[in-house]
């Protein structure tokens, strides 16, 4: 899957890139039968104007496997941006349903036209409004049905957590995506409900990383 123009914005070491292109050119090949319809939904939010902010392949792939594996019914994404991630989950699992919830209108617009074009929009459900706006909403809807909103042994990921290594860098403390983040880590560290790791990650979209907590 070539993104080469894809993540221009971000500060890449030409090695990342070249394993990713290695990588996925065997383990996701132009054969796969999405490979072009994934380029594709990638190449079109970049031509509507949406941010560089796509969750990278390996990421989006990892993500949908971890759906996979769990057997996951039901999954919840906070800040779907053009619905990379989502159709990623849809794609490589046919019984998965997938709630995105997207506060920027605009970008809402572009995730439903992405889902469409890859034939999931029975399956992927894109909602207007913010994250803490909504799951109020969708937990008393859960809460109705008498469902738990994750089951214990659910995963919730965090994408974006590392920040380049700025969460430990004393001159970005400041930043509101640092202090952000290590709200984040921290919070997961004092919470009894969850056991949670950092993974750290470098490829073509820079160095960042994802947290992983399970509920126990």
């Given at each position: 899957m070539s993104t080469e123009n894809v993540f221009v914005a971000h500060k890449?070491?030409?090695?990342?890139?070249?394993?990713?292109?290695?990588?996925?050119s065997h383990l996701h090949p132009e054969s796969h039968p999405h490979h072009k319809l994934l380029n594709d939904v990638l190449i079109n939010i970049r031509n509507q104007g949406l941010p560089s902010i796509s969750t990278y392949p390996v990421l989006a792939k990892f993500l949908a496997l971890q759906c996979r594996i769990g057997k996951v019914e039901h999954a919840l994404e906070i800040g779907t941006l053009g619905g990379y991630t989502?159709?990623?989950?849809?794609?490589?699992?046919?019984?998965?349903?997938?709630?995105?919830?997207?506060?920027?209108?605009?970008?809402?617009?572009?995730?439903?036209?992405?889902?469409?074009?890859?034939?999931?929009?029975?399956?992927?459900?894109?909602?207007?409004?913010?994250?803490?706006?909504?799951?109020?909403?969708?937990?008393?809807?859960?809460?109705?049905?008498?469902?738990?909103?994750?089951?214990?042994?659910?995963?919730?990921?965090?994408?974006?957590?590392?920040?380049?290594?700025?969460i430990v860098s004393e001159e970005y403390q400041g930043e509101e995506g640092v202090i952000g983040a290590r709200q984040v880590i921290e919070g997961a560290g004092k919470d009894e409900r969850v056991d949670a790791v950092v993974l750290q990650t470098v490829g073509e979209k820079s160095y960042d990383g994802v947290l992983m907590a399970v509920v126990k």
């Open positions: 890449r070491d030409p090695k990342w890139i070249a394993v990713d292109g290695y990588t996925l989502a159709i990623w989950i849809a794609t490589q699992n046919p019984r998965t349903y997938v709630t995105a919830i997207e506060i920027d209108p605009r970008h809402a617009e572009v995730a439903r036209q992405n889902i469409t074009m890859a034939g999931v929009a029975d399956r992927v459900t894109v909602i207007v409004g913010a994250g803490l706006d909504v799951i109020p909403k969708l937990q008393q809807e859960v809460n109705a049905a008498t469902i738990p909103m994750i089951l214990p042994g659910g995963c919730i990921f965090v994408d974006n957590i590392v920040r380049k290594g700025n």
